[in-house]
T-cell receptor
Framework: GAGVSQSPRYKVAKRGQDVALRCDPISGHVSLFWYQQALGQGPEFLTYFQNEAQLDKSGLPSDRFFAERPEGSVSTLKIQRTQQEDSAVYLC???????????????FGSGTRLTVV | QQQVKQSPQSLIVQKGGISIINCAYENTAFDYFPWYQQFPGKGPALLIAIRPDVSEKKEGRFTISFNKSAKQFSLHIMDSQPGDSATYFCAASMSSGNTPLVFGKGTRLSVIA
């Protein structure tokens, strides 16, 4: 597709439920990033893939958060035993270039709004 | 520790006026400074970006001013229009390593007629 596609757009989970959020990056993009955006805040880095390798997961808030990109394209962010503090918009971005070189910046998807009740 | 500090938190500008948003950073290794625009329900979209080898970059009504010694950069929106009403984020990263963008907390701009 022409852009970064994320699904679902909205997810309501009961506290304690596991959720999986999907990201389809732009075809051929090397780098893929997950960010968490709390209401009224800027995006905060969660994790980064270069192709299928997860090079940085320092932003994942706890071991309940897990991300994968097994074939270097589609990525899934999984949150186990969701808590209310996990409620946020989860943004995925992809970039043609390696992280930091950012010649053309990141292209973000529209995000998945997760609400934990 | 917040790596990129953005101000103001919100801004109201008359149509046709100039909108100015400021950011400051601490890490002198940062060498890429983009600005993103975000509309409700959408992801951030790249607006304009600058590298520290220039002090200013202009694209249409949008200008980034960069002050390396002060570790500050700003976004100026000339002739602001109601369609510019959105949240703006500054960001920074370093190209010397695999470091992702770090974002400011955002500025909510409202342009009123």
């Amino acid at each position: 597709g022409a852009g970064v596609s994320q699904s679902p757009r909205y997810k309501v989970a009961k506290r304690g439920q596991d959720v999986a959020l999907r990201c389809d990056p732009i075809s051929g993009h090397v780098s893929l990033f997950w960010y968490q955006q709390a209401l009224g805040q800027g995006p905060e880095f969660l994790t980064y893939f270069q192709n299928e390798a997860q090079l940085d997961k320092s932003g994942l808030p706890s071991d309940r958060f897990f991300a994968e990109r097994p074939e270097g394209s589609v990525s899934t962010l999984k949150i186990q035993r969701t808590q209310q503090e996990d409620s946020a918009v989860y943004l995925c971005a992809s970039s043609l270039e390696f992280a930091g070189t950012g010649g053309y910046g990141y292209t973000f998807g529209s995000g998945t709004r997760l609400t934990v009740v | 520790q917040q790596q990129v500090k953005q101000s103001p938190q919100s801004l109201i500008v008359q149509k046709g006026g100039i909108s100015i948003i400021n950011c400051a950073y601490e890490n002198t290794a940062f060498d890429y400074f983009p600005w993103y625009q975000q509309f409700p329900g959408k992801g951030p979209a790249l607006l304009i970006a600058i590298r520290p080898d220039v002090s200013e970059k202009k694209e249409g009504r949008f200008t980034i001013s960069f002050n390396k010694s002060a570790k500050q950069f700003s976004l100026h929106i000339m002739d602001s229009q109601p369609g510019d009403s959105a949240t703006y984020f500054c960001a920074a990263s370093m190209s010397s390593g695999n470091t992702p963008l770090v974002f400011g907390k955002g500025t909510r701009l409202s342009v009123i007629a």
